[in-house]
């Protein structure tokens, strides 16, 4: 906990950037009867049935101190589909950044093992120069700020029923576009001093 908050404390740096990462899903739900449009003192009305079409995954890039999101739609969320998107970020969106400061959960598809299983050692293990990884402690998922941006996504784009993978990727492009217009960034408060006073249960007695 303690390493992720002070990382936070950093200044902004595009050498080292610091890049918070998560990844969630959403269930494709294709409408049986068309909806009812909205009207003058009425809302969209939609029927209660609904077809199941399977599940999506989303990953997320946040950068908060630059303001920059970059949400990529996959059908799956295994190590490969892990390690392509490592591979993409480090080539497409930080080709000139020294080591990228990577903030995520320590789910078992976030791995350097994960780049051996995709591509040549030579090729993972220079993509893997270019990541620090920084992991949030196990229940403390609230450290990432991915998990925030998240949240809104949820709120803004998400909330509605969205019947295929081509659509859903035209959504969250468009919310993605206009969230990276206004360069929202996020200034992250909680430091390490607030957790040993907040959190002090969590931290062990010592006794003389």
Request: charged residues 30%.
């Given at each position: 906990?303690?390493?992720v908050?002070?990382?936070?404390k950093?200044?902004?740096?595009?050498?080292?950037?610091?890049?918070c990462m998560?990844e969630?899903s959403?269930?494709?739900?294709r409408e049986v009867?068309?909806?009812?449009?909205?009207?003058?003192?009425q809302?969209?009305?939609?029927?209660?049935?609904?077809?199941?079409q399977?599940v999506?995954n989303?990953f997320?890039?946040?950068?908060?101190?630059?303001?920059w999101?970059?949400?990529?739609?996959?059908?799956?969320?295994?190590r490969?589909d892990?390690a392509?998107?490592?591979k993409e970020?480090?080539?497409?969106?930080?080709?000139?950044?020294?080591t990228?400061?990577l903030?995520?959960?320590n789910?078992?598809?976030?791995v350097?093992?994960?780049?051996?299983?995709t591509?040549d050692p030579?090729?993972?293990?220079?993509?893997?120069?270019?990541?620090e990884?920084?992991?949030?402690?196990?229940?403390?998922s609230w450290?990432?700020?991915?998990?925030?941006?998240?949240?809104?996504?949820?709120?803004?784009?998400l909330?509605?029923r969205?019947?295929?993978?081509?659509?859903?990727v035209?959504e969250?492009?468009?919310?993605?576009?206009?969230?990276n217009k206004k360069?929202?960034?996020m200034?992250w408060?909680?430091t390490?001093?607030?957790?040993?006073?907040?959190?002090?249960?969590?931290?062990?007695?010592?006794t003389?």
């Amino acid at each position: 906990m303690e390493e992720v908050l002070d990382l936070y404390k950093q200044p902004y740096d595009p050498k080292p950037p610091q890049v918070c990462m998560d990844e969630t899903s959403k269930q494709l739900v294709r409408e049986v009867m068309q909806s009812l449009p909205m009207q003058p003192g009425q809302a969209e009305k939609y029927d209660y049935e609904y077809e199941r079409q399977g599940v999506a995954n989303l990953f997320i890039l946040f950068e908060p101190l630059r303001g920059w999101r970059e949400v990529k739609v996959t059908e799956r969320r295994t190590r490969k589909d892990w390690a392509l998107l490592m591979k993409e970020w480090v080539e497409v969106h930080y080709p000139l950044a020294e080591t990228i400061r990577l903030v995520m959960d320590n789910l078992n598809t976030h791995v350097a093992g994960a780049l051996y299983e995709t591509f040549d050692p030579e090729e993972a293990k220079r993509i893997l120069d270019k990541l620090e990884f920084h992991y949030t402690p196990k229940h403390g998922s609230w450290l990432n700020m991915a998990e925030i941006e998240f949240s809104v996504l949820s709120r803004q784009c998400l909330d509605q029923r969205i019947g295929d993978q081509a659509t859903l990727v035209r959504e969250v492009s468009a919310w993605q576009q206009e969230r990276n217009k206004k360069w929202l960034k996020m200034e992250w408060r909680f430091t390490t001093a607030d957790a040993r006073i907040k959190l002090k249960r969590l931290y062990p007695s010592i006794t003389q």
